[in-house]
């Protein structure tokens, strides 16, 4: 852009309207930040370059452009533009478009229809699109800031292509405020520091970063640059973007196990810390530890459980933010300590055996005698008393009659589950020994569970 080129990048400057709605581009190649889709090699590029556009659905963050770039690709194919907020609008409404929509088609002018928050209408709502979505009625962009595959109907999904918007990153933010800055014909008050803190407030929201430019240009023109500090004390940080109900709550979570499970004690503490800062229950937080602690580290290091507990208690006795210290100690611990799913899968072994070998009952030697009946049955006969044999071990069989011995459980070796596969394989050796024919360790028979 060059300063005599204001007009084609923009709107005509009227100083009543947001500065964001001044600065809306008019052209696709003023949209700054989403090449990936609209670059002449790019999805959306190609169609625009055909001049047939398919339905589409446009999911990425606020402030990334999704309104923008539906009404200009309505501009460029020469549809009609029909905007439409799923939040205050039902059934009545499209069915106007529709029929509107209906008409032009007569006349051979197709008509594009824009919802935005496409994900707030309901089933029934989604699905009064399919018609004339099918028969090119209309061509249907929808903007969502949700997971498509969450809130849409499969039906409707089926019939438009997803487009993923990204997150403006540093450049495209600093060609917005470059913009702003040509715009108001004169520089933002800030130092090299303070812009860049800008820059991160925004947190990739071009909407909000035109926001807090506008803010800035309240000041006089004489105000002396600010600092970062200076900065925070004029526009108002941001809260994270995070909704603890949605899919922003699971990628948080997943990333937290994924570090642990990796051993990634820093990433850990990262993710940890951004849950936190939007507003994540801790408590919920302290859950998960837990189940990390059986699934992923179990016996290679089983005080992971007590650690994990330990800190879920310590929250709940002394709440935030003291409390959180606990938190991030036991994440800390799991990210480093050794790892082994050898329980999780061999309880998974056990259960798909217990399904096939159904109601078999246990073998005779190892069931109680309370009754003189019982004892005639054979319930109790041989049975062997572990503690009173020499190893400790008696080797006897446990598992239900015509059922061969199994493996469930196989350490991996990591921490203490080394010293439990030695002494698994120790026991291997004396089981051997004891099955053997005419071997007889010398154990008393006891009634003892």
């Not at 699109?129 to 809130?151: H, K």
Request: charged content about 25%; glycine content about 8%.
């Amino acid at each position: 852009m060059t300063p005599e080129e204001p007009a084609s990048l923009f709107e005509v400057d009227d100083a009543s309207r947001p500065l964001a709605d001044r600065l809306r581009p008019q052209t696709l190649e003023d949209v700054v930040g989403q090449e990936h889709l609209l670059a002449r090699d790019a999805p959306l590029g190609r169609m625009v370059a055909q001049g047939r556009l398919a339905s589409s659905i446009l999911w990425g963050p606020p402030g990334s452009g999704k309104t923008t770039i539906a009404r200009l690709l309505a501009d460029r194919t020469g549809l009609q533009f029909e905007p439409l907020s799923a939040t205050f609008s039902g059934v009545a409404d499209l069915r106007k478009i529709f029929a509107a929509a209906i008409k032009r088609r007569e006349v051979s002018q197709g008509t594009l229809l824009f919802v935005d928050e496409i994900h707030r209408f309901n089933r029934a709502q989604q699905d009064s699109f399919l018609p004339y979505v099918e028969d090119g009625t209309i061509v249907l962009v929808g903007a969502t800031t949700e997971n498509p595959s969450f809130e849409l109907n499969g039906a409707l999904l089926s019939r438009c292509q997803v487009f993923v918007l990204r997150r403006l990153d540093d450049a495209a933010l600093r060609t917005l405020i470059d913009r702003a800055e040509h715009l108001a014909g004169r520089g933002l008050p800030l130092d090299g520091g303070a812009t860049s803190a800008l820059i991160a407030m925004a947190d990739g929201d071009g909407r909000y970063l035109l926001n807090m430019i506008e803010q800035l240009l309240t000041l006089p023109a004489t105000t002396e640059p600010m600092d970062a500090g200076g900065l925070a004390e004029v526009v108002l940080k941001r809260a994270p973007l995070y909704d603890k109900t949605r899919e922003s709550h699971y990628n948080l979570i997943s990333a937290l196990h994924k570090a642990m499970r990796g051993s990634d004690p820093d990433a850990a503490l990262y993710w940890l810390a951004r849950m936190l800062e939007g507003g994540e229950d801790p408590l919920y937080i302290a859950r998960r530890l837990v189940r990390f602690a059986n699934e992923d580290v179990a016996m290679a290091d089983p005080q992971a459980i007590h650690q994990t507990l330990a800190a879920w208690d310590v929250y709940e006795r002394l709440g935030s933010p003291e409390g959180e210290l606990a938190i991030a100690q036991a994440v800390v611990y799991l990210a480093t300590a050794p790892k082994s799913i050898a329980v999780y899968r061999g309880l998974n072994a056990a259960m798909r055996s217990a399904k096939r070998t159904g109601s078999l009952m246990p073998p005779a030697h190892i069931l109680n005698a309370p009754t003189a009946l019982m004892k005639q049955l054979g319930y109790g006969k041989d049975y062997r008393y572990d503690p009173d044999t020499p190893e400790g071990f008696s080797g006897q069989d446990y598992f239900p009659d015509g059922v061969a011995r199994q493996s469930f459980y196989q350490p991996n070796g990591n921490g203490y589950e080394r010293t439990i596969a030695d002494r698994l394989a120790r026991w291997r050796e004396l089981r051997a020994e004891h099955q053997a024919p005419g071997v007889d360790d010398g154990a008393a028979d006891t009634d003892s569970d």
